[in-house]
């Protein structure tokens, strides 16, 4: 039986994504963790790795097109399957598939998984439900033992195969009585939370490794810099969280209209562009201390920093790339500025002018899956945002004739740390205000 793979659900509000690069060609034979495609979600691009092993049968999506999430992208025969059958077979499945995502297959697995140094928590975070729902009755095979189908997430089934645990006697407690991941830990009687079984558990009895690893140049300068930063900047901390529904819903419509153009906005493009303008209104944000006098340089020019984590190969650590005169630029000169930085940083690094005279820093780690956290202020900055991913909540709102109502949207938390000497409590809440403005109201962003 041939193996469809889907497009996985990388980000949070991830809804397309595409294929840079396939590391595969029909015909290829693939192994259960072998590197099939590089995919480039709103956030990051990531490896896609086979759950399979198998022949690769078609690639039903080119390099440079975008696919739905739970679309189909490529199928695999079986060993000891015709090939040219198993593409022939998939094909009008795979049809379907592709013009709407998530819920149209009836019969595909997700045989797929990201590289483990991508998203381990991608697959096990608490999304994973609202993953599940949106493609609720999106995969089934299997009876019950009355004859029905049995329904169940990839994930959920994945972990009954190799615990062998039989699916058609589970009672599921997702969406519709669907099979989610707790139901077969549950069936398994793991201890574990629900974190667990999808980690690679070290050997029983395996201990690590005891060793003094010497500094790299970058991580000696990170180590250096924010030890500074943070025994000498009285930094304080300022929350606020910011619905995002409507920018979704701009940035849905636009990369639409620009698709054609190869242009693909993100969430942080937008709220680059969201800081840059705010610093208008609010001036103290965008400016550094100055120990002789002492005194306070207020900037003339708006430069946001946007911090890069580096890869493994690349010796990791964190740069942050400086996007000058961020305040006059457009969405699309924003957005196609931070990939090439982003690329380049992570592929040859960045000249010392690309990582110089920010102004102001974001530092965005809602692509791994962070809801909140806090960020240490970036020499000379007087402030750094600290970002993390949108998530969907329940909202109480109000419809024309005054009456509550309960409705879902994705809202997203900023937590901006500031130096104390230069922008106090109120200053800090009115700049994020006009952030949340900005983000909730995001036409104002085209102008």
């Not at 529904?245 to 190869?262: I, P, T, W």
């Not at 890069?308 to 996007?323: Q, Y």
């Not at 990939?339 to 005279?357: C, F, N, Q, V």
Request: aromatic content about 4%; proline content about 3%; hydrophobic content about 40%.
């Amino acid at each position: 039986m041939s193996i469809e793979i889907t497009m996985p659900r990388l980000s949070d509000t991830m809804e397309r994504g595409t294929i840079i690069k396939w590391h595969v060609k029909e015909g290829d034979a693939v192994t259960s963790g072998s590197v099939i495609a590089d995919i480039e979600t709103d956030k990051a691009t990531m490896e896609l790795e086979s759950f399979d092993d198998g022949t690769v049968a078609r690639l039903a999506v080119a390099e440079g097109e975008a696919a739905a999430v739970g679309s189909v992208i490529a199928v695999l025969a079986e060993k000891g399957e015709d090939v040219a059958k198993a593409a022939g077979s998939a094909k009008k499945e795979s049809m379907s598939a592709q013009g709407g995502g998530a819920k149209e297959s009836s019969s595909s697995s997700t045989a797929t998984k990201l590289a483990p140094n991508d998203k381990p928590t991608a697959k096990e975070s608490p999304k994973e439900n609202k993953k599940e729902a949106a493609s609720a009755g999106a995969s089934s095979n299997g009876n019950h033992s009355d004859g029905g189908r049995v329904f169940a997430s990839p994930l959920a089934r994945k972990i009954a195969a190799d615990e062998g645990v039989d699916l058609s006697r589970l009672k599921g407690s997702g969406p519709s009585g669907r099979i989610v991941r707790k139901d077969v830990e549950s069936a398994i009687g793991s201890s574990a939370s629900g974190r667990g079984a999808g980690l690679t558990m070290p050997a029983a009895g395996a201990s690590l490794e005891s060793k003094t690893v010497a500094l790299s140049n970058m991580r000696a300068t990170i180590a250096k810099r924010l030890v500074e930063s943070k025994t000498t900047i009285p930094h304080y901390q300022v929350t606020v969280s910011a619905r995002l529904d409507a920018l979704l819903s701009l940035r849905e419509q636009l990369n639409e209209q620009l698709e054609s153009q190869g242009v693909k906005l993100s969430v942080n493009d937008f709220l680059v562009r969201a800081c840059a303008l705010a610093m208008h209104e609010h001036p103290y944000v965008n400016s550094s201390w100055v120990e002789k006098g002492p005194a306070i340089a207020l900037h003339g020019r708006v430069n946001v920093g946007v911090a890069i984590a580096l890869p493994e190969e690349r010796g990791g650590g964190l740069v942050v790339a400086t996007l000058r005169d961020a305040d006059r630029m457009g969405l699309r000169q924003i957005s196609a500025e931070t990939k090439r930085l982003a690329k380049k940083a992570r592929e040859k690094g960045l000249t010392i002018e690309e990582m110089s005279d920010s102004t102001f820093t974001i530092s965005n780690l809602g692509m791994f899956g962070v809801d909140h956290f806090t960020a240490i202020i970036n020499p000379p900055n007087a402030a750094i945002l600290a970002v993390g991913q949108a998530i969907e909540r329940p909202f109480v709102q109000y419809d024309e004739d005054g009456e509550a109502e309960l409705v879902v949207g994705h809202e997203m938390s900023m937590t901006m740390s500031s130096d104390h000497r230069i922008v106090d409590g109120a200053m800090a809440a009115g700049y994020l205000g006009t952030v949340k403005g900005y983000l909730e109201n995001p036409a104002a962003l085209l102008v």
